[in-house]
């Protein structure tokens, strides 16, 4: 649950509200939703990750941030297959349908990729009336083809 809040404020305040670190790597999506992995995090989280393992064992703290990078992992495998997959059901239909209108049409709304709870509670949600009029548009988008920027994790080349 706490990485559904995670997600939302590093998509909707720190890749879209605010210019920060996140921004340029984010338009760089948007302008190329092949480049679809958070690439340069993985490493320092992994790092981390191995640092508070040390420190605090099986503490509580490496537990929930455990379930933090879950989350993140999870994250990133549902947003490559709204990207490069047929949805297996009608739940990633709607993911994928949200996302892209959010790409498409509506870049300052729906940012929750894996959900729509932050963006309803913070009032953010994909506007029914308006944006929803995309969906059929956004349905008939076939996946991407092609390779994903996923070669550079496992060639560990940081670079853009």
Same mark, same amino acid.
Do not use: C, Q
């Given at each position: 649950? *706490?990485?559904?809040?995670?997600?939302?404020?590093?998509?909707?305040?720190?890749? $879209?509200?605010?210019?920060?670190?996140?921004?340029?790597?984010?338009?760089? $999506? $948007?302008?190329?939703?092949?480049?679809?992995? &958070?690439?340069?995090?993985?490493?320092?989280?992994?790092?981390?990750?191995?640092?508070?393992?040390?420190? #605090?064992?099986?503490?509580?703290?490496?537990?929930?941030?455990?379930?933090?990078?879950?989350?993140?992992? %999870?994250?990133?495998?549902?947003?490559?297959?709204?990207?490069?997959?047929?949805?297996?059901?009608?739940?990633?239909? #709607?993911?994928?349908?949200?996302?892209?209108? $959010?790409?498409?049409? &509506? *870049?300052?709304?729906?940012?929750?990729?894996?959900?729509?709870?932050?963006?309803? %509670?913070?009032?953010?949600?994909?506007?029914? *009336?308006?944006? #929803?009029?995309? *969906?059929?548009?956004?349905?008939?988008?076939?996946?991407?083809?092609?390779?994903?920027?996923?070669?550079?994790?496992?060639?560990?080349?940081?670079?853009?």
């Amino acid at each position: 649950m *706490a990485w559904t809040f995670v997600e939302y404020v590093i998509h909707a305040w720190l890749s $879209h509200t605010f210019t920060t670190f996140a921004t340029p790597f984010h338009n760089e $999506h $948007h302008r190329d939703p092949r480049k679809v992995f &958070a690439i340069r995090m993985w490493l320092p989280l992994a790092l981390t990750w191995l640092l508070a393992l040390a420190v #605090w064992d099986g503490a509580v703290g490496i537990i929930f941030y455990s379930g933090i990078l879950t989350g993140f992992a %999870a994250y990133e495998w549902l947003h490559y297959r709204i990207h490069f997959a047929v949805p297996s059901g009608r739940w990633e239909s #709607w993911l994928r349908t949200r996302h892209l209108i $959010h790409h498409s049409h &509506a *870049a300052g709304r729906g940012f929750g990729v894996t959900n729509s709870l932050w963006d309803i %509670a913070f009032g953010s949600d994909l506007n029914r *009336a308006v944006d #929803w009029v995309y *969906a059929e548009e956004s349905a008939r988008t076939p996946p991407l083809s092609g390779s994903s920027n996923m070669g550079r994790i496992l060639r560990f080349n940081m670079e853009p």
